[in-house]
């Protein structure tokens, strides 16, 4: 069983940053396939950011160039950093981790950016 708990989120102006921070729990974290998902009030969860196991880092359009995902494993800790952020980015934010192929949500944590 994997635990995921997300921090971080929170009221921002246009053009301004955030940095979201989860904690697992559970061994092996440097293994995990972890990410970060995202969903607007009337649409469809989407992809953020997430790792393959091979190691590499895949971002969204739409995330590529302003958000920046990263890890210390000796936290179990994986962070999303989110700068010039826009009012389209307003969303729950959920971290996600695949741990031999089932799937681990936190309970997500809310980023609105107004004007």
């Known amino acids: 069983q994997v635990q995921l708990v997300e921090s971080g989120g929170g009221l921002v102006q246009p053009g301004g940053s955030l940095r979201l921070s989860c904690v697992a729990s559970?061994?092996?974290?440097?293994?995990?396939?972890m990410g970060w998902y995202r969903q607007a009030p009337g649409k469809q969860r989407e992809l953020v950011v997430r790792t393959t196991s091979g190691g590499s880092i895949n971002y969204a359009d739409a995330a590529k160039g302003r958000f920046t995902f990263s890890r210390d494993n000796a936290k179990n800790t994986v962070y999303l950093q989110m700068n010039s952020l826009k009012p389209e980015d307003t969303a729950i934010y959920y971290c996600?981790?695949?741990?031999?192929?089932?799937?681990?949500w936190g309970q997500g944590t809310q980023v609105t950016v107004y004007s």
């Open positions: 996600y981790a695949n741990e031999l192929g089932i799937s681990f």
């Open positions: 559970g061994s092996i974290f440097s293994r995990r396939v």
